[in-house]
């Protein structure tokens, strides 16, 4: 049977895995199972059987369904193996030849409901009214957790999307924020900061109509052919910015690998950039101020696709740092918080284990508030620490920096 | 790498598919379905560790407990199928690759370390602890497990112990079998034994250094007590670069010969470094025939004094790099690109095969000359990276076994590097062990005496053959030659 598909995994792909074994302690599903089969060699390994003739059935899409995509491996290969590339190309060979409810359900919500505004906006008025009657409490076991996580919710929240905001000082260049599905409707905060922080920093920020969902959760789960349209569509609106800023790590990590799923993609990968990126240069250059007041502890949280895809870890220490406030670390190897995209509502369990071990981690550094800039990772760490009764804050860094910077305005302006 | 046939050929046996069948049901019944895996997808996967044999396991499980293990033997002797240990499966000379379709006993569950005895240095832990988090625990503790492979963010103690496992830093420190004290393992009958003790030196027998590096053909080890140390007070980590490799191991034998015992002393050919440099930018000169690296512990007051006669003897060597680290971020990054040298190799070719000899000290000039001949008569490329200090090379060919005839010029170039690190005075192995890689180069180090007696030990332990068959001492060793027949149910 093997592959049916383009983006199956390639044979150079596969063949640059030589098996040492490297990858096995930073896997965090190696790490609770000890299973060869939980582990990135072992996958891949399980990959090459299909590309010999093996079955593409029930076990391998399981063994390549308990995968978190936190892409950890990638970092400490030393052949330099492209593991996301090529687990993706194994969901989308397994989202071609399986079927069932479960399947369609999940390509509803990953490919069709995210990209649809309209969609997102009533999930978003049914959930904040959820939230307001306490009718939460009433959510399936599945989602439960995930509900609790959530910031609270505006009814109609304002998008920013078609807004422009003009830059101050000399101008840059025009940099476009991608709204993002939820990013837009549930984070409306880190969008603010974002674009104030933008515009300070001398950049005009636009969030072009004509957007859409970034396509990263659809590829995640094996939809090739609605992630391929979706990186169409934003390339088509984004191609007149000179830089394009995402707040959402997950989304940028997808965003900056376009290249993937469509010709040309790298013209938009090349221009994206995660505003942390954007904020810390800011500092470095001194266009953004760097705030001496103490505001405490913060504990830092590395969404898995900041650190392991994008490579990006100094940036939102320094914007902290500037923020006045004094980083801590949680977890020195980084192992993913479970959050993973949808893996939480499909694997629950597992998801369970990593995320209560995150958050005991972040209970241990004694900080009551907690950075993460990411959006999945933020919901699954508010979950986990409430569980604990740990009540701590949790928030993006560039959110803390601009209420920091806010405060420290008032303060000037009463003196 | 699938299209890779096999260097050795496994032994193909059979289980009758009823007796499989009835296996895996105790199995299942006594240790639960989370601990057995049987699908054909799972079998493939575990049929490899990181060398070039590949095997089909029968089944797969996962013990958490000795008396886990235990009732594995008891049920796959009473089936008469053999079992075979593995760990996280970085072995590369298919110690943990099965023969044929035995049961495959997979450690990594087994993962508790108990309570470090900070007063005598010691610590009992699992089989499936693995290497480096044995050390990160016992560090806050002033504490490290001083066996160090390369592989040590991976690889397991156990599987350590199995293959008396070495690394750089055991120049100084000696290798599994100077840091173990005592176990307690699981027979091919499926009792529990104890072996050894707190004490440095066993009573009787020294059984405890009979176990290690059995490569699981004794006994499956369920405990260990290991020895720590404390870090050195200090240490200076030298890097130095030389235009021939002969410079680099004339140094060698000049640091040794001025009684200078360095915690590590190992070097990299050319390639091998600008292949190193490429993942990890350890700053190392890729333009030079040879790069040394020399690590010197001890008394703060010691370590710089010793780290200058290394330069000075490096300089007369005509070293043309001298750099001491100058904190433990450099120290850590030169340490992290020596240790990739094995997984950044494959940014060349598909497929590579790291070779394991010995050579005395004072021939490693020869023995380097030798490597490259070979190389070159065969027409395989081969980087180099060996733990200079005590003569392990490790040659790393690298390929594609794709191209037709790859292969065989492989497999000769194997045997004339063995044979040449034999012929001048070396041995087989320096740490991957013997396992299937090796066996049937055991005459080549062993007369039929020597043979016969490795083969009766086996025999005295196992005596149905049911641990790790076809490993280490090849068929036919004992002198009667199955004198004795197998036993009824026994698929050996």
């Known amino acids: ?161 078609g807004r422009t905001r003009t830059a101050e000082g000399e101008k840059r260049g025009v940099a476009a924020l991608v709204a993002g599905c939820v990013m837009d409707a549930w984070f409306g905060d880190v969008h603010t900061a974002t674009v104030e922080l933008l515009a300070a920093a001398g950049w005009e920020v636009v969030s072009p109509r004509g957007q859409t969902c970034c396509g990263a959760l659809a590829a995640h789960d094996g939809w090739a052919d609605d992630t391929r349209k979706m990186a169409s569509v934003n390339m088509a609106a984004f191609r007149d910015v000179d830089l394009v800023v995402v707040n959402s790590a997950g989304c940028g990590a997808h965003m900056k690998e376009y290249d993937h799923w469509v010709d040309g993609g790298e013209q938009l990968a090349s221009r994206v950039a995660d505003v942390n990126e954007v904020v810390a240069e800011a500092i470095a250059d001194g266009r953004l101020p760097r705030l001496s007041t103490d505001g405490g502890l913060v504990a830092v949280q590395d969404p898995c696709h900041l650190r392991h895809v994008q490579r990006i870890t100094d940036q939102p220490r320094t914007i902290l740092a500037a923020a006045g406030l004094t980083a801590v670390e949680i977890d020195p190897n980084g192992l993913c918080c479970g959050a993973a995209g949808i893996y939480s509502l499909l694997k629950p369990e597992m998801s369970r284990r990593l995320g209560s071990s995150k958050a005991e981690q972040v209970e241990a550094t004694g900080a009551s508030l907690v950075a993460s800039a990411n959006p999945g990772c933020e919901i699954q760490l508010r979950t986990y620490l409430s569980q604990l009764g740990h009540e701590a804050r949790v928030a993006h860094p560039v959110e803390l920096y601009w209420e920091a910077l806010q405060r420290a305005e008032r303060r000037a302006a009463v003196r | ?152 963010s991976v690889c397991t103690i156990g599987g350590n112990v199995a293959n008396n496992s070495g690394g750089p830093h055991c120049l100084a420190e000696g290798t599994t079998v100077n840091h173990v004290l005592a176990m307690e393992i699981v027979t091919s009958d499926g009792d529990v034994l104890s072996i050894g003790g707190p004490a440095p030196d066993p009573t009787g027998l020294d059984i405890r250094g009979l176990m290690v590096g059995s490569e699981g053909t004794l006994g499956i080890v369920t405990d260990v007590l290991v020895n720590l140390l404390p870090p050195p007070p200090a240490s200076r980590t030298i890097l130095l670069a030389f235009p021939e490799v002969q410079n680099a191991a004339a140094t060698v034998s000049g640091i040794i010969a001025n009684g200078l015992i360095p915690a590590a002393l190992e070097m990299m050919d050319q390639p091998m470094t600008i292949a190193v440099e490429r993942f990890a930018n350890a700053g190392f000169p890729t333009d030079s025939a040879a790069v040394l690296i020399a690590e010197v512990t001890g008394h703060p007051s010691a370590v710089d004094a010793e780290a200058e006669l290394v330069r000075r003897l490096a300089v007369s060597h005509r070293a043309t790099l001298t750099r001491i680290a100058s904190d433990e971020a450099e120290r850590k990054r030169i340490w992290l690109g020596r240790k990739s040298a094995f997984g950044a190799i494959a940014q060349m070719n598909p497929d ?98 020597g043979l016969d007696a490795q083969a009766r030990i086996r025999e005295a332990l196992d005596p149905d053959g049911r641990l790790n068959p076809g490993k280490i001492v090849p068929q036919g060793s004992r002198c009667f030659d199955f004198g004795r027949p197998p036993p009824v149910g026994a698929w050996v």
């Open chain 2, 1 to 152: 790498m699938l299209t890779l046939p096999p260097v050795v050929q496994p032994l193909t046996t059979t289980i009758p598919l009823a007796v499989k069948r009835s296996l895996e049901l105790e199995l299942r019944r006594r240790l639960g379905d989370e601990q057995v895996a049987s699908d054909p997808l799972d079998l493939y996967v575990f049929g490899k560790d990181s060398g070039l044999v590949r095997g089909e396991p029968g089944l797969v499980v996962f013990p958490r407990n000795t008396t886990e293990v235990a009732t594995i033997m008891r049920l796959a002797g009473r089936h008469g199928v053999p079992v075979v240990p593995r760990g996280s499966g970085t072995g590369l000379a298919g110690g943990a690759v099965t023969t044929g379709p035995h049961v495959l006993l997979v450690t990594t569950r087994m993962n508790r370390i108990g309570p470090v005895d900070v007063e005598n240095r010691c610590v009992w832990v699992q089989p499936g602890v693995i290497n480096l988090d044995l050390s990160i625990h016992t560090t806050p503790l002033g504490l490290h497990y001083a066996p160090d492979p390369s592989s040590q």
């Open chain 2, 352 to 449: 590579y095969y790291l070779h394991d000899t010995v050579v005395p000290r004072t021939r490693l000039v020869e023995a380097i000359e030798q490597t490259y001949a070979i190389s070159k008569r065969h027409d395989i490329p081969m980087l180099n990276v060996f733990h200079a200090g005590d003569g392990n090379l490790h040659p790393l060919m690298s390929f594609d076994a794709s191209v037709p005839g790859v292969m065989e010029r492989v497999d000769a170039a194997g045997r004339d590097l063995i044979e040449m690190c034999v012929a001048i005075g070396g041995s087989l192995s320096g740490e991957h062990g013997i396992g299937m890689e090796k066996r049937d180069y055991m005459h080549l180090v062993f007369d039929e005496m």
């Open chain 1, 1 to 161: 049977m093997s592959w049916v598909t383009p983006h199956a995994p390639r044979p150079d792909e596969l063949s640059s895995c030589i098996q040492c074994g490297l990858c096995l302690p930073s896997c965090p599903t190696f790490r609770l199972t000890g299973l060869e089969t939980a582990s990135p060699r072992g996958r891949l390994t399980a990959m090459s059987a299909v590309a010999a003739g093996s079955p593409v059935d029930g076990r391998f899409e399981e063994i390549m369904g308990a995968c978190l995509q936190c892409r950890a491996c990638e970092v400490v290969c030393p052949s330099f193996v492209p593991f996301g590339r090529a687990m993706e190309g194994a969901r989308a060979e397994i989202a071609a030849q399986t079927s069932g409810i479960d399947r369609r359900l999940r390509r509803l919500v990953t490919a069709r409901l995210l990209r649809s505004r309209m969609a997102v906006r009533l999930g978003t008025l049914a959930a904040s009214i959820a939230q307001a009657t306490r009718l939460t409490r009433l959510a399936p076991p599945r989602i439960r957790g995930n509900v609790a996580g959530l910031r609270p919710l505006k009814g109609r929240p304002p998008s920013i999307v």
